[in-house]
């Protein structure tokens, strides 16, 4: 299995531009989550998807931020516009369902800079 | 407010020595993964603890769960250079693999 496929790997990008990040979940997982790491909050839980339904966005830091997922295979995140602050890691990750004990397998990240 | 908390957020350590990272959370859980991150990549999984009094074993890393406690442990015995990267734990609150991680722990292994 190929795992969790994230695109681009970098990007650096100026502040008011829009960013798209992309991701393809592993094969026959149910859960999609995107994640964002930084130095100063650590890996927080931006929102989730069971099923192509986001089921929790209350970690969305705003409404420049928005997520979809269109189909099993697809998601994207997007930041419009973007600001210096969004410079982070962002992380996608999926697993196979909610039952207990599931492994959460995550993406190699996306690194934006915006300046 | 859900708190996960690791000590110590960094440590040193030298070959073949005996080390402890705490994960303290701050409300029920019977849920805790470890996840390991090299520098500049991804979250490795490690382990994944289900239930209170777990414990999981891979090479020289063990992993124990107290939910009464609401604590977990990772306890690196011998220690190698490889063992080197940053520790994190998190807690599933919900039973749908949310999970909230802990602050990390930063580990050094020293020749």
């Known amino acids: 299995d190929a795992g969790v496929i994230q695109s681009p790997r970098h990007e650096v990008t100026e502040m008011g531009q829009e960013v798209t990040l992309r991701c393809k979940p592993i094969s026959g997982h149910d859960y999609l989550f995107w994640y964002r790491q930084t130095m100063m909050r650590g890996l927080e839980l931006l929102i989730y998807f069971n099923n192509n339904v986001p089921i929790d966005d209350s970690g969305m830091p705003e409404d420049r931020f928005s997520a979809k997922m269109p189909n099993a295979s697809f998601s994207t995140l997007k930041i419009q516009p973007s600001e210096p602050r969004d410079s982070a890691v962002y992380f996608c990750?999926?697993?196979?369902?909610?039952?207990?004990?599931?492994?959460?397998?995550f993406g190699e990240g996306s690194w934006l800079t915006v300046v | 407010e859900l708190k996960v908390e690791q000590n110590p957020l960094f440590l040193s350590m030298q070959e073949g020595k005996n080390y402890t990272i705490y994960c303290n959370y701050s409300?029920?859980?019977?849920?805790l993964y470890w996840y390991r991150q090299d520098p500049g990549k991804s979250l490795e999984s490690l382990f994944v603890?289900?239930?209170?009094?777990a414990v999981k074993q891979e090479g020289r890393l063990m992993a124990s769960l107290d939910t009464k406690a609401r604590l977990s442990t990772l306890h690196i015995t011998a220690a190698v250079h490889d063992l080197s990267a940053t520790y994190f734990c998190?807690?599933?609150?919900?039973?749908?693999?949310?999970?909230?991680f802990g602050t990390g722990t930063r580990l050094t292994v020293i020749p």
């Open positions: 603890l289900l239930s209170n009094g």
């Open positions: 998190a807690v599933d609150l919900t039973g749908a693999n949310n999970l909230f």
């Open positions: 409300t029920t859980s019977d849920r």
């Open positions: 990750a999926s697993s196979p369902g909610g039952r207990t004990g599931n492994t959460i397998y």
